[in-house]
C-alpha cells in the first residue's frame, strides 16, 4: 500500500534517532530527542490552496529538517510515517 498526500503536503519517514552522544555515552530509549531530521517519501501534487497558487519544490528522497511538533503521524504495514504541510519544513539538508 502507499500514501499519495493530496495538494500541498509531503510525507516523510523520520530518521533514527542518536543513540549515542559525541563523547561516546550511550542514551537511554527515555533521553533521545526527537529527530528534527527526515526523509521524504511522497509529495503532493501542489495547486490552489487557500485561494493562492503553490508550486511543490521539494521531492522524493530530500532530507528535509522540520519543526518539532509538525505533521500528523501514520502507521502503514508497520511503517511509521509523518504527514505535513510543505510550509512546515523549515529547510533541505544538503
Known amino acids: 500500500m502507499t500514501i499519495k498526500p493530496l495538494a500541498d503536503r509531503v ?9 549515542t552522544t559525541k ?13 528534527q531530521v527526515a526523509e521524504i517519501v511522497a509529495v503532493g501534487p501542489g495547486g490552489v490552496v487557500d485561494g ?6 521539494l521531492k522524493v528522497g530530500d532530507k528535509v529538517l ?3 511538533y509538525a505533521g500528523t503521524e501514520v502507521k502503514l504495514d508497520g ?3 509523518t504527514i505535513l504541510r510543505q510550509d512546515d519544513i523549515l529547510a ?3
Request: glycine share 6%; net charge negative; charged share 35%.
Open 79 to 81: 511503517e511509521d510515517y
Open 11 to 19: 510525507v516523510i519517514k523520520m530518521m533514527e534517532a542518536e543513540e
Open 66 to 68: 522540520l519543526s518539532k
Open 52 to 57: 493562492k497558487e503553490v508550486k511543490m519544490y
Open 23 to 35: 563523547g561516546g555515552i550511550i542514551l537511554a530509549a527515555s533521553a533521545q530527542e526527537k529527530p
Open 92 to 94: 533541505i539538508v544538503e
